[in-house]
């Protein structure tokens, strides 16, 4: 009788390890999933969601007085630049709060879209030099950086931005698809995306 009891009482306590055990090391593979998925998440880094391609014409011209202003001499160019514009999110500004007990994760703030980068190709035409005003280095550098501003002072006027907006949503859809692969969920019930519109899910 003895003997029934120890096998009884032995099957009882190797049951309550086995079962701590394995409580234990779902919840760190849980806690483990949620770092990797949030690594996943953070590694996308910047996405681009929008390119956009932009046209400036520059036409300068300096004229540099010399002989007490009785003489002038004159430089003059035309500046063709084509802009390729880059517009998404920087996933890092996003913040995600992990729960490994539902294996959910839930996004409580989405960045705004942004201009992520420029890259510009600037050609030179009808280049012509005065006798005692050349263009120097520091000229075409001049010219380079105002070309770029005038880019950049176009694109909230174009609607890039707010065909970003728009890719807001489907974003989040990407997000959403790689967390089903690891068998989470994505929450993002009522949040506030850049499109200014409340959004549920489920």
Do not use: C
């Not at 079962?19 to 996943?40: A, C, H, M, P, V």
């Not at 063709?80 to 913040?95: E, H, I, P, T, Y």
């Not at 280095?137 to 728009?166: C, F, M, W, Y």
Request: hydrophobic share 40%; charged share 25%; net charge neutral.
């Amino acid at each position: 009788m003895d003997f029934i009891y120890g096998l009884l009482l032995g099957a009882l306590v190797v049951g309550a390890v086995l079962y701590f055990s394995r409580s234990f090391f779902t919840k760190n593979k849980t806690q483990e999933q949620s770092i990797i998925l949030l690594e996943k998440i953070r590694n996308v880094s910047k996405l681009i969601t929008v390119e956009s391609d932009f046209s400036e014409i520059l036409h300068y011209s300096d004229a540099k007085n010399i002989l007490l202003n009785l003489l002038s001499s004159h430089k003059k160019a035309i500046v063709l630049a084509n802009s390729k514009v880059m517009v998404g999110f920087d996933m890092k500004q996003m913040r995600i709060q992990p729960d490994p007990n539902r294996k959910l994760l839930t996004i409580t703030h989405f960045p705004e879209p942004q201009v992520l980068s420029i890259e510009t190709d600037v050609e030179y035409y009808d280049v012509s030099n005065g006798l005692f005003n050349k263009f120097a280095a520091k000229d075409l550098t001049q010219l380079n950086k105002k070309v770029r501003e005038n880019i950049e002072n176009k694109i909230p006027h174009s609607g890039v931005l707010e065909t970003a907006h728009q890719k807001a949503l489907e974003t989040v859809g990407m997000i959403e698809q790689i967390v089903d692969t690891f068998g989470w969920k994505l929450s993002y019930s009522e949040l506030e995306l850049p499109t200014s519109k409340k959004i549920t899910n489920g």
